[in-house]
DNA sequence: AGTCATAAAATGAACGTTCATTCTTTTTTT
DNA sequence: AAAAAAAGAATGAACGTTCATTTTATGACT
């Protein structure tokens, strides 16, 4: 039992480590070695909790997104009308995208590399299932614009993603105030 | 004279390489023996065009960059009324990141991962002033919303990454249709 | 409770490979 | 003939992964 309760210290310390070095230095730039010494391990050790080192990375992009979906739709059920279970959604993402800055900087360099397998991509995308469920709704009911599901992610859930990288990157800085800026060019973009 | 001619030939061969196996393989997993093979070129060649490795890629980086900026500003000047403007220039883009779709991805790449050096990213930020007056121009006038240009940048230019990105990876086809669809959800997401 | 045998977990060193870069030689151009 | 450009082979460092060994935990038996 105690044996086991440290196991998993040692796994979290690992996919840690993992993201912060791979947001720092990128996937190829980071090597297990450093992994390693960043989460008090040795090298050999990774060995026992991943396959290796394209295993070790898919599995933390899983968890990382299964995370930030379960954050995102927290506080959403399908009874909530379509234009109020939208903001609910979309604060709770851009909630996310602000508190665990390293999380979501890690998802999102897994979505714009080579860096992850594919089947691990589509893996990370079924968890979006219902917000597609939500705006299949929103069309239904004449709330939002009849537009692919791409079209409305890339103009409502996508920009937190850029405004992320660049608060990061320290270029400006996001507060509550710009939060709701975004947030009605988010809707404004999407309602009919 | 012949011999600068084929020494242009060879650097646009190894630019060209570098982008084509950036985009598929990530910088990293990128090696020199291969650019160089694509480029029928020996290794030893690229360090006569280019001081190594790093350096190679924030050349190519601005370049490509600067050819962006460059389409996408060819139709506008500042005579030009705010809302056409911006529709000139967002369809200039749109038009470059479906035609000249490699070069896209790999700048898409670039400003998600550490692999550029910081200075050649504000290097190919420069570029981007005119839409920038564009907007302050637009808010002087009422036009627009009263945002910072990074907000207007994220609802408005941004998402044509995104769709970019989906398109190439084949999870949907971006036809002419969606195009107009995404400039009206790109305006109305600005404009006032 | 304490001892010890066994198994699991963890380690550091070692291996084989790959890669960026350099060196020496050959080819091409002037 | 001299200089510039290009080539391929060589070099040394870094990396992912494995191996032999040590450390730690477990549980049976006194």
Chains 1, 2 share one sequence.
Not at 92 to 121: G, Y
Request: glycine share 4%.
């Amino acid at each position: 039992m105690a044996q086991l309760q440290k196991s998993i210290e040692k796994r979290n310390a690992l996919v840690k480590a993992t993201i912060h070095l791979v947001n720092n230095n990128g996937f190829h730039a980071t090597p297990m070695s450093k992994i390693a010494k960043m989460a008090s391990v040795s090298p050999a050790t990774i060995y026992l909790y991943f396959d290796n080192k394209q295993d070790l990375v898919n599995k933390v992009y899983i968890e990382v997104k299964a995370a930030f979906t379960a954050y995102a739709f927290k506080n959403y059920n399908t009874d909530i009308p379509v234009a109020e279970g939208f903001e609910i959604i979309w604060k709770r993402i851009a909630d996310f995208k602000l508190k665990e800055v390293q999380e979501a900087m890690f998802l999102a360099q897994c979505d714009n590399t080579p860096m992850i397998d594919e089947t691990s991509r589509q893996e990370g995308l079924k968890h979006l299932q219902p917000l597609l469920d939500l705006w299949e709704r929103g069309k239904q009911e004449g709330i939002i614009k009849p537009l692919s599901p791409y079209l409305l992610y890339a103009y409502s859930i996508n920009p937190l993603s850029f405004l992320m990288v660049m608060q990061q990157r320290g270029v400006f800085q996001l507060n509550q105030d710009h939060l709701e800026d975004a947030y009605r060019a988010a809707w404004d973009s999407i309602k009919k």
